[in-house]
């Protein structure tokens, strides 16, 4: 009897602890899932505030492209013009040329001055021999000269040999050098060393001069100069640009070569193409040294 009426008292703590945790543990509970509501409000609020905030993306032409693009397009408007008007003797092709020759010498010295290639420095300067040996070439007519001189022939040689020496520079710098590569100026080496013995023999005693020596070794001049660029796969992969641009010139001349081809209107703007392909060449390639 003792003992069953203190047990209750015993027991009586124990009924009120339970209790008391019973009723403070719901507002913790509580307390928690406010604040994973709220910080689930906040997030979605700054979303939307920066989704609100974040500035349209405009996609912006960079200037040299439009730069590129306007001397392309007024450039040959222009050349078709001129073509027009010196068939209406308004003034000579002279001026023409000298035209598209001026702002490329610019281009190549400028290059000179800022690039840190020795290979395009090399190649620059051998580009701006032929801009100047060409440009001689196209004064020339102001000038008596007898028929039969060999300096047009020699000019000739000299420009083919320039821009031959100034392509192999360029295409060299940058460009990774495959097997092909390697074999391909191992040919070019052993036929430019034989080229001259091989025309002399070749040709018939009757047409042997130096000016038909000379003009052939221009030609063999034009061909290698147009291969170094056109007849690489690694110059296509690495620099496509320059390589269509830079084989346009030898590939237009040796085009006006064949007969019945390079007569009358056709010729004079062709050949204008073929200084604004060089022209834009050097201006694809000083923007890249500008990098």
């Given amino acids: 009897m003792t003992e069953s009426s203190i047990q209750p008292e015993i027991n009586a703590p124990a009924k009120t602890d339970k209790l008391a945790i019973q009723f403070v543990e719901p507002p913790a509970a509580v307390t928690q899932q406010s604040a994973t509501t709220a910080t689930t409000a906040t997030t979605a609020t700054f979303a939307t505030s920066a989704t609100s905030v974040a500035p349209s993306t405009i996609i912006w032409t960079p200037r040299f492209i439009v730069l590129f693009a306007l001397t392309l397009v007024i450039a040959l408007s222009a050349d078709s013009l001129l073509t027009q008007a010196v068939l209406d ?13 001026l702002p490329a010498f610019v281009c190549l010295l400028a ?3 800022v690039t ?25 007519p102001f000038f008596r000269l007898d028929p039969s001189s060999s300096i047009p022939s020699l000019l000739n040689a000299i420009i083919c040999s320039a821009l031959f020496g100034a392509y192999i520079c360029l295409s060299i710098d940058r460009t990774p050098f495959t097997r092909w590569d390697i074999w391909f100026f191992r040919i070019v080496l052993i036929v430019s060393i034989c080229a001259a013995p091989v025309i002399y023999i070749a040709t018939p005693a009757d047409s042997l001069t130096l000016n038909t ?65 060089f022209l834009l060449g050097t201006m694809r390639l000083l923007k890249d040294q500008l990098r």
């Avoid at 003797?89 to 020759?101: K, M």
């Avoid at 840190?116 to 020339?140: P, Y």
């Avoid at 056109?230 to 320059?242: D, T, V």
């Fill in 89 to 101: 003797r308004l003034f000579r092709e002279t001026w023409v040329s000298l035209a598209h020759l």
């Fill in 116 to 140: 840190r290639s020795w290979w395009i420095r090399l190649g620059a300067i051998f580009a701006s021999i032929w801009v100047l040996f060409i440009s001689l070439n196209h004064v020339l």
């Fill in 213 to 277: 020596i000379e003009s052939d070794l221009a030609a063999l001049g034009l061909i290698l100069a147009l291969l170094v660029w056109w007849a690489r796969p690694s110059c296509w992969k690495m620099r496509p640009g320059l390589a269509l641009l830079f084989g346009m010139l030898p590939a237009i001349e040796l085009l006006l070569s064949l007969h019945g081809i390079g007569t009358g209107a056709t010729n004079l703007y062709l050949t204008q193409v073929s200084l604004l392909c």
């Fill in 111 to 113: 290059i000179i001055i």
